[in-house]
Nanobody, 127 residues
Framework: VQLQAFGGGLVQAGGSLSLSCAAA????????MGWFRQAPGQAREFVAT????????YYANSVEGRFTISKDNAKNTIYLQMNSLKPEDTAVYYC?????????????????????WGQGTLVTVSS
């Protein structure tokens, strides 16, 4: 099983970036796939996740209304469209996936619940 993330880069505050994460090795179906991020000196934090073949989405309060997660089931790929970026969005973004559905909404927010991780892609937002 392999997750590969693409799309990081440097953008000015207020700008947009799109990340993608392709999953290989199995079909994810209804199991959660999502994004976490880690800024220098900070703990890894939840950003957004999608489950139930993209029918359910969850967002961190800090990104809701600015970021949109989506999933292409045919391509086994998730996307993160990031708009109105802020300097505090600067971080390495990691895609993550679980092999089975979570029993609660809260479980989606915890990094330790995800079994598979991509290599990370750096997003830098300049002020």
């Amino acid at each position: 099983v392999q997750l590969q993330a693409f799309g990081g880069g440097l953008v000015q505050a207020g700008g947009s970036l799109s990340l993608s994460c392709a999953a290989a090795g199995r079909t994810w179906g209804s199991a959660p796939m999502g994004w976490f991020r880690q800024a220098p000196g900070q703990a890894r934090e939840f950003v957004a996740t999608t489950a139930s073949n993209g029918a359910r989405t969850y967002y961190a309060n800090s990104v809701e209304g600015r970021f949109t997660i989506s999933k292409d089931n045919a391509k086994n790929t998730i996307y993160l469209q990031m708009n109105s970026l802020k300097p505090e969005d600067t971080a390495v973004y990691y895609c993550a996936a679980s092999s089975r559905p979570f029993p609660s909404m809260r479980a989606h927010y915890t990094a330790a619940n995800y079994e598979y991780w991509g290599q990370g892609t750096l997003v830098t937002v300049s002020s």
